[in-house]
């Protein structure tokens, strides 16, 4: 059976990285919509909030107040989900294995990537980037040469739509004594494929995407932008490091500028897609920190953006998504086509 005919009617997709399934039907894709409508985002306009707990010299929530940073700003968080100070502890009643629970320690950070409040990823320079990046570099090595920190997770929420309130450009860090969910599944896949290949699964995805160019959106020198063949959002992307890379550190100064470079890249294209500052989660994946030398990584990050047929139109995990399995309608080739004709020129 060729690839090609399915296309055009119900299939399902494979994700090698969690070894689930996707549903894609391109049919619905006609149906009329009489869904829920977002409001659309308006980008701040000022570049310093009076208000804004991230600006440079004003007070948290917590009580403590930032300096005035110049480029970037690392603070553990005044609300923070773990703690480096929880026991350890597996609990396992009546060795049944139904009520099971670990002491989980770790830490949480917030990286402000610029003191401007007006600022997004897409509209920072690629120089103003770098320094994030930097950042993001020291922050793994410093969080993950700590004995009780096995997984760095990093990440940034953008917009309302994805639960972050505040339009201050900034991400997050949480690192944690056990490898979460996502990462473990991947984990698991990519050890998996050495195994049996005695090569890394990203680098041979690679190889397959730069074939067909099909789902491609943009690369540079360092690194390719897919729209992954079994990708479940409507514009999900994965960043791909072109050379076998484990982690962010492993990056060199040219990978790290290029990396810079396709963040701004994909974000502004982002932007341009719906005339809106595009809200998403993005994050990184990589090794985890446990004193393993891990070879089967392959440093990548994940764009999940929630928006599907307008800046007001929205995607929703519910009903077959929680209960059976994730389902999109266009289908991850036409994103591309779609991602790859937005431009690169940042219109703020
Ligand atoms: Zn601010
Ligand atoms: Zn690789
Ligand atoms: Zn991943």
């Known amino acids: 059976m ?5 296309l055009g009617v119900p299939h399902r997709r494979y994700n090698p990285l969690t070894r689930e399934w996707i549903l894609i039907s391109p049919h619905r894709t006609q149906r009329p919509w009489q869904g829920q409508l977002e ?3 308006s980008p701040s306009s000022s570049a310093y909030d009076p208000n804004c707990y991230l600006c440079p010299g004003n007070e948290r929530a917590g009580g403590s107040r930032n300096p005035p940073y110049s480029t970037t700003l690392v603070f ?5 989900a773990l703690r480096l100070d929880v026991e350890y502890g597996t609990v396992n009643e009546n060795n049944q294995g139904i009520l099971v629970a670990a002491g989980e320690s770790g830490t949480c950070r917030v990286i402000c990537f610029s003191p401007r409040h007006d600022l997004t990823l897409s509209s ?24 009780s920190i096995n997984y760095v997770q990093i990440f940034e929420n953008r917009g309302e739509m994805m639960g972050c309130s505040n339009p201050h450009p900034h991400g997050q860090i949480w690192a944690s004594e056990s490898v979460p969910n996502e990462p473990r599944k991947e984990q698991d896949s990519l050890a998996d494929y050495r195994r049996r290949s005695g090569r890394c699964l990203i680098c041979d995805y690679i190889r397959v995407e730069a ?4 789902r491609i959106v943009c690369q540079n020198e360092h690194f390719v932008v897919v729209v992954p063949f079994w990708a479940s959002w409507p514009f999900e992307v994965l960043v791909l490091c072109k050379k076998h890379r484990r982690d962010i550190c492993d990056l060199d100064d040219g990978e790290s500028f290029a990396l810079a470079d396709i963040l701004k890249r994909v974000t502004t294209r982002y932007d341009n897609l719906f005339q809106v500052p595009f809200p998403y989660s993005m ?25 599907l047929r307008s800046a007001s139109v929205r995607k929703f995990m519910v009903g077959y998504e929680l209960l059976a399995s994730p389902q999109r309608d266009i289908t991850p080739e036409t994103a591309a086509e779609r991602l790859r004709n937005c431009s690169e020129h940042c219109s703020s």
């Open 2 to 6: 060729e690839l090609r005919k399915l």
């Open 39 to 41: 409001t659309t985002p």
């Open 76 to 80: 553990d968080n005044d609300f923070a």
């Open 124 to 147: 920072m320079t690629v120089d103003g980037i770098c320094k994030v990046v930097e950042v993001w570099i020291d922050q793994f090595r410093e969080l993950g040469d700590h004995s």
């Open 211 to 214: 074939a067909s160019e099909e």
């Open 283 to 307: 994050g990184f994946h990589q090794r985890p920190t446990d004193g393993d030398e891990h070879l089967e990584w392959h440093f990548h990050g994940h764009f999940f953006p929630p928006l």
